[in-house]
């Protein structure tokens, strides 16, 4: 190896250690509020998916994660979940609240997702998400129309295939809470 | 059988409904400069999916082995930077050693794609969709047969409109825009392709 | 000495525009401005990381052996890119999440790298500052102006706000990828009309 390459890579490694050392710093600085960020959001995305709820407290089933709440009465109202699967361009994570005594669902939060914006983003919208709430668990039917009937859910004009994305991982979601939960069918 | 049709599937789905340059945005420098000519413009998309197909790779292995196992997410970048230029040089020595004609013809490219934001957005969008191994090298190569495709066909027509007669202030970059933005449209067509 | 500080800044506003100009960095360009919030926010990010790199590499230019210079010109903006990526997160979650995979990639903007190539390694560092402050705003306004008109065709609103009433039935194909590429060509076009008239 002559002077050169030495030389070459001297500069490299050192750009690269200092680079690396200023990095760690400022990942260490921001971590703990990116981590309150991601904790508030799940928090508010927990009381809305279980509007009932006065508190809850994380469980693990099966090695699935779990959010129970509870009213002031200390009885379970409800319980949600989150759940990821394919949308459109990327992965669509949400959290899906269900009230097992009623065997229905609460309402749905899309917590993150890389749909169109102006189309398949309008799944955060609550015209949308109002399609889930209060319906009985089983499998839906996304229709291009006004439902006419309880298992069908409305798409959104111009994004079907994001509306059904989101309803299977929500089918997905009912399974699992069923699984670890028994009732249902 | 099942598998195979996923990876199937990603592969269409890749080049198709989710072109990296005409929906995902990545890449339009090239797009815009590499694509006067049908010659260069494959050359340049033949060059590009080698490297994305060996980029997925790696940055897999580095992603999963390095990155995960010792907890070091802010790194990424960095490193991922460091792994597409390295990766570039040493195809690029790699070629001029072994195929003179090779080198002749993509040569030039190779510099280039260093920044081309199309390597560095597959790089990223791989952790970001937990792809395993097989389905990171598929998708790359599906990424750069997709950028292959779109910047041959807009070459094809940007060689058609030499002979057209263009406003004068919408010449060169203009109109190569617009144009891109009515091949968009069309791209969108496919996005019913597929359900999974 | 003023006047050429002065020179090196309104060059990157007008002259050498970046995006209507010199059309380069179209990625970040075309991608995120399909609000003007987001096109703003894009601006102000690349701003910081021009401004950050081209003072560093003004500053440690005779260190660096010229053959080694673009690896490390681009591992040192690679560096201020993660900074903003982890600050973003940290202090604005909602522009992060809508910026998502654009904030890494301003690694690999042309613009910035090309500005180091161009200009901060040649020329001393109160220049730099100048250059980065000209080429970043330039970027930045350009963004804006086009995210502002994508928005209020796309959806009737800007800054988020609702600027037309339900009356208007918007076009949806204004913030999808096809209006991205068809109206900046349309930009594009009119600043050329501009600037051969002015």
């Known amino acids: 190896m002559n002077n050169k390459t030495s030389g070459l890579i001297i500069t490299l490694t050192v750009i690269g250690i200092v680079s690396a050392i200023l990095l760690a710093f400022v990942y260490q600085w921001t971590t703990p509020y990116i981590e309150k960020h991601q904790a508030k959001a799940q928090e508010a995305a927990v009381f809305t998916v279980l509007p009932e709820a006065e508190r809850y407290q994380e469980v693990t089933k099966d090695g699935m994660t779990f959010f129970e709440g509870y009213d002031s009465a200390n009885s379970r109202v409800g319980v949600a979940m989150v759940v990821t699967g394919g949308g459109f361009q990327g992965n669509i994570e949400l959290m899906v609240g269900v009230d ?3 065997q229905q669902i609460n309402t749905i939060s899309i917590l993150n997702h890389q749909e169109t914006p102006g189309l398949g983003a309008r799944i955060t919208e609550k015209a949308y998400r109002n399609n889930f709430a209060n319906k009985p668990f089983g499998e839906y039917q996304v229709v291009k129309r006004e439902p006419t009937d309880p298992m069908q859910v409305e798409a959104i004009s111009g994004a079907t295939i994001s509306s059904e994305k989101v309803t299977i991982i929500v089918e997905n979601a009912i399974q699992k809470i069923q699984q670890a939960y028994g009732g249902g069918a | 059988m099942e598998q195979f049709s996923q990876v199937l599937l990603l592969f269409v789905s890749t ?6 340059i005409l929906v995902r945005f990545l890449g339009i420098c090239p797009f815009l400069g590499v694509s006067k000519q049908v010659e260069t413009a494959f050359s ?10 060996l980029t997925a790779a790696s940055t897999w292995l580095i992603n999963t082995f390095i990155l995960e196992a010792f907890n070091l997410p802010f790194l990424q970048y960095v490193s991922f930077i460091i792994v597409i230029a390295s990766l570039v040089q040493f195809v690029e020595m790699f070629i001029r050693k072994t ?23 597959l790089a990223l969008l791989i952790p970001l969709n937990g792809y395993n191994f097989i389905s990171s090298v598929v998708f790359g190569f599906g990424a750069g047969v997709g950028f292959t495709l779109a910047i041959v066909l807009m070459a094809g027509l940007r060689e058609g409109l030499q002979f057209g007669d263009v406003p004068e202030s919408l010449k060169g970059v203009p109109i190569t825009l617009i144009i891109a933005g009515i091949m968009a449209m069309a791209f969108m067509g496919f996005s019913g392709l597929i359900s999974m | 000495m003023a006047g050429q500080l002065i020179n090196d800044f309104k060059n990157g506003l007008w ?20 609000t003007t919030e987001n096109g703003l926010a894009m601006g102000i990010a690349t701003l910081f990381v021009l401004l950050s790199s081209e003072i560093v590499i003004s500053t440690i230019k005779k260190l660096i052996p010229s053959n080694v210079r673009i690896p490390s010109y681009i591992l040192i903006i690679a560096t201020f890119v993660t900074f903003v990526d982890y600050f973003l ?13 654009f904030v890494p990639l301003i690694v690999v903007n042309c613009l910035i790298l090309g500005r180091q190539e161009a200009f901060a390694s040649k020329n001393p560092v109160h220049r730099s500052i100048a250059d980065a402050l000209g080429m970043g705003l330039g970027f930045t306004w350009a963004l804006t102006l086009l995210g502002a008109i994508r928005e209020f065709l796309g959806m009737g609103s800007i800054f988020g706000l609702q600027i037309l009433g339900a009356w208007y039935k918007p076009m949806i194909i204004m913030v999808l990828p096809a209006g991205a590429f068809i109206s900046l060509g349309i930009l594009v076009g009119i600043m050329n009309i501009i600037s051969r008239e002015g």
């Open chain 2, 44 to 53: 340049m998309g033949l060059a590009t999916t080698f490297v994305m197909t």
């Open chain 3, 89 to 101: 997160k940290a202090f604005f979650p909602s522009i992060a999440a809508s910026l998502s995979l």
């Open chain 2, 15 to 20: 080049v198709l409904i989710n072109n990296f």
């Open chain 2, 99 to 121: 195929s003179p004609v090779l080198y002749k013809a993509l040569g030039i490219f190779l510099p280039l794609i260093t920044t081309n934001c199309a390597i560095l957005g």
């Open chain 1, 100 to 102: 097992l005594s009623k």
């Open chain 3, 15 to 34: 002259q050498e525009n970046p995006i209507f100009r010199l059309v380069i960095g179209m990625c970040p360009t075309l991608a995120v401005t399909n």
